[in-house]
């Protein structure tokens, strides 16, 4: 049976309602509260309580937390609310929420804490409409701040009018730097707030009790949640892979579309113009006039991207890493269906030049966008089709065209299937533990590769970054353990290190299925299980860090595990027993050093440098200009760094390694793609010149491990002499020279 990193699971439980019976709605406002959603809610509660991977109780403090959280979801950026809304809803409904929700399935206070934002907004929009009738000054030296997620709510009227005079500036700023008249400027910025206050009044019953347990659920974890009947349709679309569209998983950050996931082989992933945490302000019909989708509801949005396949839809976005808010970039994709062909792993083999002047080493680049299997295939494709079997197939043509070391690079790598990634470390060592799964009861369960030998057991770096996740840490993990691979990257992974189970709330196997049209109910995503890797070590929150790190703006941009909300501990149990040591100190220091050297001296990293901190001072202001002047001045330096830029990757590009395409069989060679690789510099319209793409991370890790396999051919010599077993493996998050061993067991 094939074990994925997230299950899906039917829980049949016994539940007091009859279905049939009665199916009165109980009116609150304009909502109804139906007996499925008084079922749902407290069953929610229950199925937190007992099933999720902390094993705790919700307490009194949790559920006067509640309503804090449920407002700051529904208005995030806090600008809408005043703080004594927060204060009054609080003490109305905070002492009895527990018995409201755990024994009465009562949404009262959900309603109202909408009731008001709503009655808030709309106020508002109403105010902005006037507003922007009158003239305004964009002369006057202020500043906004632009996230306010942390920001406390106003405390008086006087105070939201004033950060809503300087919020309305901010957006009309943005579309006359995007070289919109004022007219326009101010017509688009008041449709927004109209579609706003439109897409309120959608707003149903269903959708708020969503957010409102959702938040609930998020005191556990970020990835535990209630999923709505609407959702889990979407989610079980989603799963069997028949969605027409861009390939990307989509949320929504303060009303605005973001990218949350790019789904390998799917348009935007092949087109390699987008990224995690990009955001989609306006979607255009092949070559219609774009439509502006700010404040638009997230299933509007969604259903403007979807489409017949073979279609064109334009995005404009505002790229994640850009180091102004008016940054724009227009990507035009074609719809179609997520091809496995086009997902499954590529390889190419480079001459790698020596600084000792010595003939090239040939060394194998190996990419895995996900760790697929067979079940995920496309009809008709091989039921070998795999991450394991394509990779040891492209193992054996790089070892057959002389590759001395391989690099399998994980950069875009969000996860996949944990059989294939046990499978797949199993290519590099002989036999073994390969990831540890421990769940809320304390029970640890060790999944092994048990296949002897292993495939490719010469010089080997894995290269990672902060998109590198699940399955990809696992793998990462298990080879560092081992003393197998050395890994390159940012300076750690994602940190994704746990197992979500989607349960059904509702039993819909009793009587429900003798009815013609039974409710629908939704179901509880939880966090059951995490995983550890051979020593012990979480992957949890942390990641997997990094033998070489390298320059990154990735660590700057909040896309880790650790920047979400109620992210669980990293932690440690037991260690395995296996065959394997840590990468010797001595070794990796001298490589170490040699990165920093070369670092320090080529113009490559010179001008990665350049953008990591141009960003960092930008991302550091946490306030931009609302001064005209000012920010037309900003746009011409940001422009003249851009033409400097490329320019610049001109000349680095003409260093390029030669490199030969290495394919799998019955396989066509992947379209040249249209921008830069994944994890350098992004900030610019030039994607499609292939002239400047170049991979200073993939190019440094080459030049790594050629130093590797000139100081010690032999990957047996990396871990030192007699290192073997696997008690004396030090502590990853120690410092290298001084070994400590793994703790017997932690509790938790």
């Known amino acids: 049976m094939i074990r994925r990193l997230f299950s899906v699971s039917a829980l049949f439980l016994t539940t007091g309602l009859v279905f049939g019976v009665t199916q009165t709605p109980l009116p609150t406002g304009k909502f109804t509260t139906t007996p499925v959603m008084i079922q749902e809610t407290t069953r929610m509660v229950r199925f937190l309580e007992s099933f999720h ?8 403090d949790d559920f006067r937390q509640l309503l804090p959280d449920f407002i700051g979801e529904l208005d995030s950026h806090h600008m809408f609310l005043l703080t004594a809304d927060q204060d009054a809803l609080t003490a109305r409904f905070g002492e009895r929420l527990a018995k409201d929700l755990r024994y009465l399935g009562n949404l009262d206070a959900a309603y109202e804490a909408f009731r008001v934002y709503k009655e808030r907004v709309t106020a508002r929009v109403t105010w902005i409409q006037l507003e922007l009738a009158k003239e305004i000054d964009f002369t006057v030296n202020e500043e906004f701040q632009w996230d306010r997620t942390k920001a406390p709510w106003p405390a008086t009227a006087e105070e939201a009018n004033d950060l809503w005079r300087k919020r309305l500036k901010f957006e009309l700023l943005q579309e006359l730097l995007n070289k919109k008249t004022i007219e326009i400027a101010r017509e688009n910025v008041r449709k927004r707030y109209d579609r706003l206050q439109h897409s309120l009044e959608e707003i149903d019953s269903e959708e708020v009790q969503e957010i409102y347990l959702s938040a609930l659920a998020a005191m556990y974890d970020p990835h535990t949640a209630y999923m709505s009947p609407s959702t889990l349709d979407d989610f079980n679309t989603q799963m069997r892979l028949k969605l027409i569209g861009i390939g990307a998983q989509l949320g929504d950050e303060d ?51 979807r489409g017949d396949k073979g279609t064109p839809v334009r995005l404009l976005l505002i790229p994640g890493d850009a180091t102004d808010p008016s940054a724009r970039r227009e990507v035009s994709l074609v719809r179609d269906v997520v091809k496995l062909n086009a997902s499954r792993a590529r390889a190419s083999l480079l001459q790698v030049p020596t600084p000792d002047g010595q003939p090239p080493v040939s060394i194998g680049v190996i990419e895995l966008p996900a760790f697929y299997g067979a079940n995920e295939e496309e009809d008709g494709a091989s039921s070998a089709v795999g991450a394991t079997n394509d990779v040891a197939q492209l193992l054996r043509k790089l070892r057959d065209a002389g590759a001395r070391g391989i690099v399998l690079d994980l950069r875009r790598n969000g996860g996949g299937l944990l059989s294939e990634a046990i499978g797949l470390t199993g290519l590099f060592i002989a036999q073994g533990p390969v990831v540890q799964v421990k769940d809320s009861q304390g029970r640890v369960d060790v999944l092994d590769d048990e296949d002897k030998g ?38 750690s992974t994602h940190g994704k290190g746990t197992v979500q189970d989607v349960r059904p709330i509702l039993d819909q196997s009793g009587f429900a299925r ?15 299980k995490k995983f550890y890797l051979p020593n012990g070590a ?12 390298l320059p990154s703006i990735e660590e700057f941009l909040p896309i880790g595990e650790s920047d979400l909300p109620h992210a669980l501990a990293w932690d440690t149990i037991k260690t395995a027993r296996f065959e394997g040591a840590a990468l010797d100190a001595s070794f990796v220091n001298a490589l170490r050093h040699r990165s920093l050297a070369r670092q320090a001296e080529l113009t490559e990293f010179a001008y990665l440098r350049r953008n990591i901190e141009r960003f960092r001072q930008h991302d550091e202001r946490k306030t931009v200009s609302l001064n005209l002047e000012s920010r037309l001045a900003q746009k011409l330096d940001d422009d003249a760094f851009r033409d400097t830029n490329k320019k610049v990757r001109a000349e680095l590009a003409k260093n390029n390694y030669p490199s030969t395409d290495v394919l799998l069989d019955n396989v066509e060679p992947t379209p ?27 190019r440094e890790s080459l030049r790594v491990l050629s130093d590797a396999i000139s100081l010690w051919p032999q990957p ?33």
């Open 716 to 748: 047996q010599l990396w871990c030192g002499a007699g290192r073997t077993v696997a008690s004396t493996q030090p502590n990853r998050f120690a410092p290298l020279n001084r070994p400590v061993a793994v703790p017997a067991q932690v509790s938790q």
């Open 538 to 549: 979480s992957t949890q929150n942390r990641g997997v860090l990094s033998d070489i790190a």
């Open 255 to 305: 009303g605005v579309c973001t990218i949350r996931e790019l789904i390998p082989g799917g348009p935007a992933d092949l087109s390699k113009q987008l990224q995690p945490n990009d955001k989609i302000v306006g979607v255009a019909q092949g070559s219609d006039e774009s439509v502006d989708v700010v404040g638009m509801k997230l299933r509007k949005v969604v259903q403007l991207i």
């Open 53 to 60: 991977f902390q094993g705790r109780e919700l307490s009194n």
């Open 454 to 491: 292993a495939l490719w057991d010469g010089p080997l770096a894995v290269l990672t970054s902060r998109y590198s996740a699940s399955a990809s840490e696992i793998v990462a993990g298990a080879l560092q353990n081992y003393g197998r691979a050395l890994v390159i990257g940012d300076n």
């Open 514 to 528: 003798f009815l013609a049209n039974p409710p629908r109910s939704g179901a509880a995503r939880i966090t059951i």
């Open 672 to 698: 040249e793609p249209k921008a830069a690789p994944a994890g350098d510099d992004k900030d610019d319209e030039e994607f499609d010149d292939p002239k400047l793409k170049i991979d200073i991370r993939l």
